[in-house]
Protein backbone atom coordinates (compact mmCIF):
# COMPACT_ATOMS: atom_id res chain seq x y z
CA UNK A 1 0.00 0.00 0.00
CA UNK A 2 1.33 3.38 -0.98
CA UNK A 3 0.71 6.48 1.32
CA UNK A 4 0.61 9.44 -0.75
CA UNK A 5 2.27 12.58 1.62
CA UNK A 6 3.94 15.53 0.68
CA UNK A 7 7.80 16.21 1.48
CA UNK A 8 6.74 19.49 3.57
CA UNK A 9 5.01 16.83 5.92
CA UNK A 10 8.10 14.15 5.96
CA UNK A 11 10.27 16.96 6.73
CA UNK A 12 8.17 18.49 9.50
CA UNK A 13 8.61 22.09 7.82
CA UNK A 14 4.86 23.06 6.95
CA UNK A 15 5.13 26.12 9.08
CA UNK A 16 7.91 27.97 6.94
CA UNK A 17 7.22 30.73 4.44
CA UNK A 18 8.94 29.27 1.74
CA UNK A 19 6.21 27.03 -0.81
CA UNK A 20 7.26 23.76 -3.26
CA UNK A 21 11.37 23.52 -4.31
CA UNK A 22 11.99 26.76 -2.45
CA UNK A 23 11.22 25.06 0.54
CA UNK A 24 13.52 22.02 -0.13
CA UNK A 25 16.26 24.45 -1.51
CA UNK A 26 16.17 26.79 1.86
CA UNK A 27 16.44 23.50 4.21
CA UNK A 28 18.04 20.71 2.37
CA UNK A 29 21.38 20.90 0.08
CA UNK A 30 23.78 17.90 -0.58
CA UNK A 31 27.27 18.79 -0.69
CA UNK A 32 30.20 15.91 -2.24
CA UNK A 33 32.76 14.27 -0.22
CA UNK A 34 36.14 13.60 -1.72
CA UNK A 35 37.47 10.81 0.60
CA UNK A 36 39.52 13.43 2.18
CA UNK A 37 39.60 16.12 4.95
CA UNK A 38 39.78 18.87 1.96
CA UNK A 39 36.28 20.18 1.91
CA UNK A 40 35.96 23.80 1.13
CA UNK A 41 32.15 24.01 2.06
CA UNK A 42 33.31 22.12 5.42
CA UNK A 43 36.01 24.40 6.50
CA UNK A 44 33.33 27.89 5.45
CA UNK A 45 30.51 26.12 8.22
CA UNK A 46 33.42 26.03 10.43
CA UNK A 47 34.03 30.06 9.92
CA UNK A 48 30.73 30.72 10.02
CA UNK A 49 29.94 28.69 13.43
CA UNK A 50 33.18 30.51 15.29
CA UNK A 51 31.66 31.71 18.97
CA UNK A 52 29.46 28.34 18.58
CA UNK A 53 29.24 25.03 19.94
CA UNK A 54 29.92 23.00 17.23
CA UNK A 55 29.36 19.22 17.84
CA UNK A 56 31.09 16.62 15.81
CA UNK A 57 30.59 12.45 15.75
CA UNK A 58 32.85 11.06 12.82
CA UNK A 59 32.64 7.88 11.62
CA UNK A 60 35.94 6.94 13.29
CA UNK A 61 38.88 8.70 14.98
CA UNK A 62 38.85 12.57 14.14
CA UNK A 63 40.76 13.53 11.16
CA UNK A 64 41.77 16.74 13.30
CA UNK A 65 43.72 14.33 16.42
CA UNK A 66 45.91 11.98 13.55
CA UNK A 67 49.55 13.22 13.05
CA UNK A 68 50.62 13.89 9.19
CA UNK A 69 51.76 9.74 9.13
CA UNK A 70 48.42 8.79 9.59
CA UNK A 71 47.10 11.49 7.20
CA UNK A 72 48.69 10.54 4.52
CA UNK A 73 48.31 6.44 5.24
CA UNK A 74 44.22 7.22 5.12
CA UNK A 75 44.26 9.50 2.21
CA UNK A 76 47.39 8.98 0.14
CA UNK A 77 44.94 9.91 -3.23
CA UNK A 78 44.81 13.23 -1.87
CA UNK A 79 48.22 13.91 -2.04
CA UNK A 80 48.87 13.10 -5.47
CA UNK A 81 46.92 16.77 -6.76
CA UNK A 82 47.80 19.93 -6.26
CA UNK A 83 46.51 22.67 -3.69
CA UNK A 84 45.63 21.69 0.05
CA UNK A 85 46.68 18.40 1.30
CA UNK A 86 44.46 16.52 4.31
CA UNK A 87 47.41 17.84 6.63
CA UNK A 88 46.74 21.51 5.55
CA UNK A 89 42.91 21.31 6.47
CA UNK A 90 43.83 19.74 9.54
CA UNK A 91 46.36 22.67 10.43
CA UNK A 92 43.73 24.78 9.16
CA UNK A 93 40.47 23.23 11.57
CA UNK A 94 43.35 23.49 14.36
CA UNK A 95 44.18 26.93 14.16
CA UNK A 96 40.43 28.04 13.88
CA UNK A 97 40.31 25.92 17.36
CA UNK A 98 43.24 28.31 18.76
CA UNK A 99 41.35 31.57 18.24
CA UNK A 100 39.46 32.71 21.93
CA UNK A 101 35.80 31.54 22.51
CA UNK A 102 35.80 28.35 20.03
CA UNK A 103 34.30 24.88 21.18
CA UNK A 104 34.60 22.24 19.33
CA UNK A 105 32.97 18.71 20.70
CA UNK A 106 33.65 15.18 19.45
CA UNK A 107 32.01 11.61 20.41
CA UNK A 108 33.41 9.20 18.60
CA UNK A 109 33.20 5.30 19.14
CA UNK A 110 35.65 3.37 21.03
CA UNK A 111 36.38 1.01 19.05
CA UNK A 112 38.02 3.01 16.68
CA UNK A 113 40.70 3.82 19.01
CA UNK A 114 41.04 0.19 20.07
CA UNK A 115 41.03 -0.76 16.65
CA UNK A 116 44.04 1.65 15.43
CA UNK A 117 46.00 0.59 19.20
CA UNK A 118 46.05 -3.06 18.11
CA UNK A 119 46.43 -2.67 14.53
CA UNK A 120 43.51 -4.09 13.48
CA UNK A 121 42.46 -3.77 9.27
CA UNK A 122 44.48 -1.49 7.37
CA UNK A 123 46.20 0.40 10.77
CA UNK A 124 47.89 -3.01 10.47
CA UNK A 125 50.34 -1.74 8.17
CA UNK A 126 51.53 1.30 10.32
CA UNK A 127 54.43 -0.04 13.04
CA UNK A 128 53.65 -0.42 16.81
CA UNK A 129 56.16 2.31 17.39
CA UNK A 130 54.14 5.02 15.22
CA UNK A 131 50.65 4.18 16.82
CA UNK A 132 51.81 4.42 20.19
CA UNK A 133 53.17 8.02 18.64
CA UNK A 134 50.06 8.59 17.13
CA UNK A 135 48.16 7.99 20.39
CA UNK A 136 50.23 10.16 22.36
CA UNK A 137 49.88 13.05 20.06
CA UNK A 138 45.98 12.51 20.96
CA UNK A 139 45.94 12.71 24.22
CA UNK A 140 48.77 15.84 24.15
CA UNK A 141 46.62 17.46 22.21
CA UNK A 142 43.31 17.04 23.52
CA UNK A 143 44.51 17.96 26.92
CA UNK A 144 45.99 21.43 25.15
CA UNK A 145 43.43 22.45 23.77
CA UNK A 146 40.52 21.50 26.34
CA UNK A 147 38.36 23.50 27.01
CA UNK A 148 37.91 24.63 23.54
CA UNK A 149 38.28 20.83 22.69
CA UNK A 150 36.01 18.06 24.43
CA UNK A 151 36.29 14.66 23.34
CA UNK A 152 33.65 11.69 24.47
CA UNK A 153 34.28 8.21 23.68
CA UNK A 154 31.27 5.82 23.17
CA UNK A 155 30.20 2.06 23.20
CA UNK A 156 29.27 1.94 19.36
CA UNK A 157 28.30 -2.24 20.48
CA UNK A 158 25.24 -0.62 22.83
CA UNK A 159 24.29 2.56 20.58
CA UNK A 160 24.68 3.75 16.72
CA UNK A 161 25.38 6.87 15.09
CA UNK A 162 25.09 8.35 12.30
CA UNK A 163 28.37 10.80 11.55
CA UNK A 164 27.04 14.10 11.46
CA UNK A 165 28.27 17.77 12.67
CA UNK A 166 25.69 20.07 13.98
CA UNK A 167 27.72 23.78 13.50
CA UNK A 168 26.41 25.67 15.81
CA UNK A 169 22.76 27.20 14.62
CA UNK A 170 23.40 27.57 11.57
CA UNK A 171 23.25 23.98 9.80
CA UNK A 172 23.60 20.21 10.90
CA UNK A 173 25.92 17.89 8.36
CA UNK A 174 24.84 14.07 7.91
CA UNK A 175 27.93 12.06 6.79
CA UNK A 176 26.40 9.65 3.63
CA UNK A 177 29.76 8.76 2.46
CA UNK A 178 29.47 10.14 -1.02
CA UNK A 179 28.66 13.76 0.20
CA UNK A 180 26.87 15.55 2.92
CA UNK A 181 22.75 15.71 3.51
CA UNK A 182 23.03 19.77 4.98
CA UNK A 183 20.20 20.70 6.69
CA UNK A 184 19.00 24.01 7.83
CA UNK A 185 16.00 23.90 9.77
CA UNK A 186 15.96 24.34 13.37
CA UNK A 187 14.08 21.53 14.26
CA UNK A 188 16.75 18.67 12.49
CA UNK A 189 19.50 21.16 14.09
CA UNK A 190 17.87 20.96 17.37
CA UNK A 191 17.30 16.78 16.64
CA UNK A 192 20.78 16.55 15.74
CA UNK A 193 21.87 18.59 18.95
CA UNK A 194 19.94 16.36 21.06
CA UNK A 195 21.20 13.63 19.68
CA UNK A 196 24.74 14.29 20.48
CA UNK A 197 24.08 15.06 24.11
CA UNK A 198 21.86 11.67 24.63
CA UNK A 199 26.09 10.02 23.53
CA UNK A 200 27.39 12.28 26.16
CA UNK A 201 25.70 10.63 28.39
CA UNK A 202 26.41 7.87 27.57
CA UNK A 203 30.04 7.99 26.90
CA UNK A 204 32.17 5.39 28.63
CA UNK A 205 34.99 8.20 28.18
CA UNK A 206 34.83 11.55 29.82
Not at 116 to 133: M, T, V, Y
Request: proline share 5%; net charge negative.
Amino acid sequence: KTARVSVDWLLGLSQREEMGAEIIEAVMQFEPYRDSPVNDGFLSWLREAQGSRICTVPMGMPDILKIDELMRHEYPGAFETKGLTPIDAVRQRLELLAQPHQQLEIASPQEAFAQFANGFGHWGALSAELRGRALAHMVELADRLYPSLRVYLYDAGSTYSVPFTVFGAQRVAVFLGASYLVLNSASHIEMFANRFDALIRIAVVQ
